[in-house]
């Protein structure tokens, strides 16, 4: 796959933490973000059926089973980690599913030029060279395909110094994005949308419990959005979606 030292740490790290087979401590923040992940499930569900669509960074591929239930026309799932993908191709062949999964460097794919009407993933490219990632989902999107993703930012002092205290819960190359990298992005791809997610409700993450049905969760969720309208205030959010059609 012509892996670069990063790439090869990043393999190690993602089998290491598939082989460990929990979760980290860190997965208790992220009911925080439980409405971005109902806004990506959404788009993506309206986008996916009767199209070609990959999930670039699959893991071990729980929302590539989730998209496979869509009628998408033909599903792709790839990712650096041999322990993800088996796992992946083991759960789909369970479940029935017709899903093409296949190890492979996110930065330098297999595919052809415009074989996708879609391309999405969560948490990944914070975990690549972004230049050489954006290029690649870029090559790889037919004419006026869009690409969808959930991506940390770098931005908010808090986490960041959060981050540096938990060094292991992470792989040192990752870096969270900032206003380059959504600068970069605009370069390449028209219609460039970001939705901000994640202050009030990582603040006050210990006043509810179950989002989907938490009349707290709503409030502060609503108060993020009204925030998150004002330009300083987008720095402090803890992820964001992104949404960009090929030019």
Request: proline share 2%; net charge positive; hydrophobic share 40%.
């Amino acid at each position: 796959m012509g892996l670069t030292e990063i790439n090869l740490r990043e393999k190690k790290f993602h089998d290491n933490l598939q082989l460990k087979g929990k979760g980290r401590f860190e997965n208790i923040f992220y009911k925080a973000l439980y409405n971005m992940f109902v806004d990506f499930n959404a788009y993506i569900s309206k986008m996916a059926q009767n199209k070609t669509v990959l999930d670039y960074g699959c893991g071990v591929g729980s929302i590539t089973e989730k998209i496979a239930k869509l009628s998408p026309s033909k599903l792709f799932g790839i990712d650096i980690s041999e322990v993800s993908v088996d796992k992946a191709i083991e759960n789909a062949r369970t479940l029935n599913l017709q899903i093409d999964y296949t190890v492979d460097n996110c930065e330098s794919t297999k595919f052809k030029a415009k074989t996708f009407d879609l391309v999405f993933g969560s948490g990944i490219l914070h975990h690549l060279n972004l230049e050489k990632s954006i290029s690649e989902i870029n090559r790889i999107l037919k004419e006026k395909g869009e690409m969808v993703f959930l991506e940390p930012l770098g931005t908010n002092p808090l986490i960041n110094i959060y981050r540096k205290l938990t060094p292991d819960s992470r792989s040192i190359d990752e870096h969270p994005l900032l206003k380059k990298d959504f600068d970069f992005i605009e370069s390449l791809f028209e219609d460039v949308s970001v939705r901000y997610y994640g202050f009030f409700t990582l603040i006050f993450f210990l006043f509810y419990k179950n989002p989907s049905n938490s009349l707290t969760f709503k409030i502060i969720s609503k108060l993020d959005n009204y925030f998150f309208k004002i330009k300083y205030f987008k720095n402090l959010a803890w992820s964001v979606m992104i949404v960009a059609k090929k030019n």
